[in-house]
Structure formats: C-alpha cells, structure tokens
C-alpha cells in the first residue's frame, strides 16, 4: 500500500513546487505532475500515468480535489478509485479521506451522485 500524490497547476506560468512540497511532507512516495493542463482535460499525461500506477490498497494524495477535476466528472473519479479499492485523500478538505469511516461515508455520497448522474445523461 503506498501513498501516491498527485499535483496539478492550469497554466504554464504557475509553478507546481508548492503542492510537490506539500505531498510530499505528507507522505506521498511518488508525486505526478500536470504542468499547464485544465481540470476540464481529462487525458492530462500525468494523471493517466497516476491512474496507471496506483493499484488497490493505495492512497491518492492531492493538495485539493479540484487539482483532479472538476465539478461532475470529479465524482465519477472517486467512485471509479473506490471501485479499484484507492483511497483519495486531500490536504486541505479534512472530510475527504477514505482511510476513516467519515471519509466512507462521503465516499457513499459521492457514489450516490455519481449515479444519479448517470440517470440525467
């Protein structure tokens, strides 16, 4: 089981450094990195690799939710991780981390979401 982080910044001027540090100091092994890519892409090169690396039993770390996606599609992605038996964790959104029950149960909700979304489409 092993802790893998993942860091996002949207334009080519930012600089990733600060959520690297922050991963890391928490625990990640590995950090992946989008440099200058949008939440809205969902083929960024280092978020397919990140999901291509991680097996069940690990633990995604990202500084905020929104470095992964955004809106909608952010709740597939967490019930696509929790059906791989990944666990997400953010550093700065307590209440996302589904190594606790509480993280659970917001799992749950997130699934629930997720597939009333699927009835909408």
């Known amino acids: 089981m092993s802790t893998i982080g993942y860091a996002r910044v949207s334009t080519r001027d930012q600089n990733p450094d ?17 440099h200058g890519d949008s939440s809205r892409v969902r083929d960024r090169p280092q978020w397919v690799a990140c999901l291509d690396y991680m097996r069940a039993g690990d633990t995604l770390l990202v500084h905020r939710l929104d470095r992964v996606s955004g809106e ?23 209440a996302i981390d589904t190594t ?9 909700i997130v699934a629930v979401f997720a597939q009333l979304r699927g009835l909408w489409n």
């Open 18 to 34: 600060y959520q690297k540090h922050e991963l890391r100091e928490a625990g990640a092994e590995r950090v992946f990195v989008d």
């Open 72 to 94: 909608w599609h952010l709740f597939q992605i967490i019930s696509d991780l929790g059906e791989r038996g990944i666990h997400i964790r953010s550093l700065t959104e307590p």
């Open 100 to 108: 606790t029950p509480m993280g659970r149960a917001f799992y749950g």
